[in-house]
């Protein structure tokens, strides 16, 4: 039935449609309380949400709390009456997910990029694992609404393609228009946005639609991005520019960012900086436990630093330190410009130590005598899955809420 959602409809079907929508969001939630959200008299609201019922769309959770007489009913979402499957397409690894209603992950599939992962090779690749997860897992294809795809790097969203194809390493991927192509081969809905937008979806989606309708979701991986939900909902515009938060000025004589100019939070804060500045360190002679690691400094990548920082190296940690200060110096900037109610921040660093501390107290601390400012500073809950989660969530949106 939610596929009867989209396009044209009934008055009735509006009405099913909203109700569903609210439940999604509020459940559990009472009869009492929907009427008053919607202005439903009492009878029209449980002749509709019956409807739901039969239709297995949603249920009475069972955890109402009696006052005296018979325990009222609850609703919530039935969340395997359909499925959606999320996508994070990258340059470094593909992630597959079968999700259910409340976007938990069913199934899981991942694949690392490498020469052999042409265009069409991954996309095909997704097509299989789309097939095997829904075979594993007894789903019927009737029972998947659509592929949502999440992708880092820029995109035409006109034409489904990539922007700057050449950062895969195999080729194939020009002028390949990823939804045209995933819709032949599944007839289904597919739909494809920026991965960091779909990061703040999910996690907005997830844990946060109860408590605000303001929400802006950071991350820091090989660059610097952010996404925004504005009144519920998901920031997007025609030219991307999620990564105009990296290209910040944190210091105007700064050192010189890959984009050309300098001071920018991306030559500080991002992987490849950071990294960077701990081989420079070492070649002037500081000491770290990387040197008995590596026979040449220019062999350390980000892997080993992340090791030697769970072992508390003292030079990887002076430089993540400062690099998380530079970081916080961004994100009050940010907070100045968006006003969330929440920052949530992700990324290959944010689970590690000190990373996230240092962000969180250097911004607070810059923000502080800005008492109309109370925004709240957390960690992502699932750092690595977000953007395919997100993903997913698109579709389920493109179902459930107006726009």
């Known amino acids: 039935m939610l596929k009867e959602f989209i396009g044209i409809t009934s008055p009735k079907t509006k009405s099913l449609k909203l109700l569903y929508s609210l439940i999604r ?3 559990p939630v009472r009869i009492n309380t929907l009427s008053e959200l919607t202005g439903y008299k009492h009878s029209t ?9 039969q239709e297995g769309l949603i249920y009475d959770s ?14 919530v979402i039935h969340p395997h009456k359909n499925y959606v499957i999320g996508v994070e397409l990258t340059s470094l690894y593909t ?23 042409t265009g069409e090779y991954t996309l095909d ?4 694992c789309i097939d095997s997860l829904l075979a594993k897992h007894q789903i019927a294809k009737e029972q998947l609404l659509g592929i949502g795809i999440g992708v880092i790097d820029p995109i035409d969203r006109e034409q489904g393609t990539f922007k ?12 390949l228009n990823i939804i045209e192509y995933l819709q032949k081969k599944n007839e289904i809905l597919v739909l494809l946005d920026n991965g960091i937008n779909l990061a703040a979806l999910a996690e907005y989606r997830k844990n946060h639609w ?6 802006t979701f950071v991350s820091n991986d090989l660059g610097i991005r952010y996404g925004a939900i504005f009144q519920g909902r998901m920031v997007s515009y025609k030219n991307d520019i999620d990564d105009a938060f990296g290209h910040m000025t944190v210091d105007i004589h700064g050192r010189r960012c890959t984009c050309g100019s300098f001071g ?35 062999e350390i990548d980000f892997h080993h630093i992340l090791e030697a920082i769970e072992e508390k190296d003292p030079l990887c940690l002076e430089v993540v330190q400062d690099a998380a200060y530079y970081y916080g110096v961004g994100l009050s900037n940010l907070i100045l410009l968006l006003r969330p109610d929440v920052v949530i921040c992700g990324g290959a660093l944010i689970p590690k130590p000190l990373f996230f501390d240092v962000v969180s107290q250097t911004a607070q601390k810059r923000l502080r005598h800005n008492t109309q400012i109370q925004t709240r500073i957390i960690k992502s809950t699932t750092a690595y899955e977000i953007v395919a989660q997100g993903a997913g969530c698109m579709i389920l949106d493109y179902f459930t809420e107006e726009y």
Request: charged share 25%.
């Open 45 to 53: 609201c449980a002749r509709l949400l019956d409807e739901l019922v």
């Open 95 to 117: 992630t597959i997910l079968l999700l259910n209603l409340n976007l938990e992950i069913v199934g899981i599939e991942k694949l690392k990029m490498s020469s052999e992962c």
């Open 264 to 298: 920018c939070l991306q030559a500080y804060s991002s992987i490849p900086a950071i990294r960077d500045e701990v081989v420079r360190k070492i070649k002037r002679g500081k000491y770290s436990i990387l040197q008995e690691r590596v026979t040449d400094s220019g």
């Open 125 to 128: 690749y997704i097509t299989s």
């Open 210 to 215: 109860k408590e605000t309708d303001n929400l």
């Open 62 to 75: 069972g955890i109402g709390e009696s006052s005296g007489g018979r325990k009222p009913l609850m609703y």
């Open 164 to 175: 700057n194809p050449h950062l895969f390493t195999a080729g194939g991927w020009e002028n």
């Open 25 to 27: 969001k509020l459940g």
